[in-house]
Each structure stands twice: as C-alpha cells, then as structure tokens.
T-cell receptor
C-alpha cells in the first residue's frame, strides 16, 4: 500500500541538540510538506517542497532546515536555534504542485520532546 | 488575510445524536478549495472531502454531509447518528494560490469531537 512513513513515532532529545525527523513517501507525489501541531493552534506550515532540490519556507521556518535530494524523502532537522521544539510534527504530500485541489496525504506524525 | 475559523474547540455528544462542526473562512481569491480532515487518536490526518469554490452543492456520504454556503463563507460538516468511532479532532482547511505561483493550505485550529456511549 502507498503511503507516508514518518519515523520515529516518539523522539526525545536534550536541549541544544539537533535532531532529524524522517519522512518517506511511496505515492509518487511531487509536493511534500512539514507541519507542526501544538494544542489549540491547529497545523502550522514549516517548510514545503514542490520538486526535488527545491523547497520554500512556510510560516514558521525559523530554527528548522530541510532537504529534498530524492522525490521520496523530505527530512526535517530541528536545530538548537528552535526556541520551543517540543511538538507533534506531521509530514504530508500531495500530487503535483501546479494544482491546489489535491488533498494532502499525511503520515502518522513524530512526537518530539526536548528537555 | 486568508483565514479559517473553527470556533468550536470541543463538542461532546451522546451516541446517535447528530452533530454539526462549523467552519468559516476568509479569502481574497475567487477560486479556492475547501477540505475537511479527521485526526483520530493515532495522529494521522485523514482526508474526508474536497469542495471547490464554484460548486455549492451539498454533499452526502453515508452519515456525513457537508453544507457549503459561499454567501456566508461557511463549509459546515454534519455527522448524523454519531458513533463512538467518530471521536476525533476535525480540521477544516482552505487551499488557494499565492502571488508567487505556488499554493498553500491554511488549517483551522480544529474541533475535538467526543462521542459518548
């Protein structure tokens, strides 16, 4: 079955350490996204990529970095510069970047806790 | 500014009751798409429905129905005869193009629905 795989499901890190969240999709989708979910705040866009080797900042990109070396993969690094990194992170993909009627397909998320 | 408002933070109903989740949006565009997603306790958001701005027909899918009213910028979601398995957080989202030629999705803050047995 096609889908999006995020790993790990739970991640614990010490403050000051960088951490990378994995996101892999086998849906052959061009566009991929990273969202952050905090209680009562809905989903906020961190970064998105519409094609390999290209990505754009979302609404809350500070303290995060991404890469898109392969169509299937869009890892997110939470750097030590991110002031409040503890959150639930969701990766998503959609078919094509030229049409905005494509629904997003989501992974199961990674819950990051930084202490 | 583009915005999606889900004023109901949490709703509790008893099984078999009908429940309506409200969604109000703001946009400058004449062409846009609206979506509803369900987030069960497992965390993954599941796509439920998509509606474009030119199609104001209501839609029914089993126990689910959606009422899109452009005049009031609302896209409400009704679950008929609710079941415990409907318990989840429901998100309304708006997709529209940007001036740079890309597009983005804007999510509401979600409504947590609890269906009690």
């Amino acid at each position: 079955d096609g889908g999006i795989t995020q790993s790990p499901k739970y991640l614990f890190r010490k403050e000051g350490q960088n951490v990378t969240l994995s996101c892999e999709q086998n849906l052959n989708h061009d566009a991929m996204y990273w969202y952050r979910q905090d209680p009562g705040q809905g989903l906020r866009l961190i970064y998105y990529s519409q094609i390999v080797n290209d990505f754009q900042k979302g609404d809350i990109a500070e303290g995060y970095s991404v890469s898109r070396e392969k169509k299937e993969s869009f890892p997110l690094t939470v750097t030590s510069a991110q002031k409040n990194p503890t959150a639930f992170y969701l990766c998503a993909s959609s078919q094509g970047f030229s049409t905005y009627n494509s629904p997003l397909h989501f992974g199961n998320g990674t819950r990051l806790t930084v202490t | 500014a583009q915005k999606v408002t889900q004023a109901q933070t949490e709703i509790s109903v008893v099984e078999k009751e009908d429940v309506t989740l409200d969604c109000v949006y703001e946009t400058r565009d004449t062409t846009y798409y609206l979506f509803w997603y369900k987030q069960p306790p497992s965390g993954e958001l599941v796509f439920l429905i998509r509606r474009n701005s030119f199609d104001e027909q209501n839609e029914i899918s089993g126990r689910y129905s959606w009422n899109f009213q452009k005049s009031t910028s609302s896209f409400n979601f009704t679950i008929t005869a609710s079941q415990v398995v409907d318990s989840a957080v429901y998100f309304c989202a708006l997709s529209e193009g940007t001036t740079s030629g890309t597009y983005k999705y804007i999510f509401g803050t979600g409504t947590r629905l609890k269906v009690l047995a």
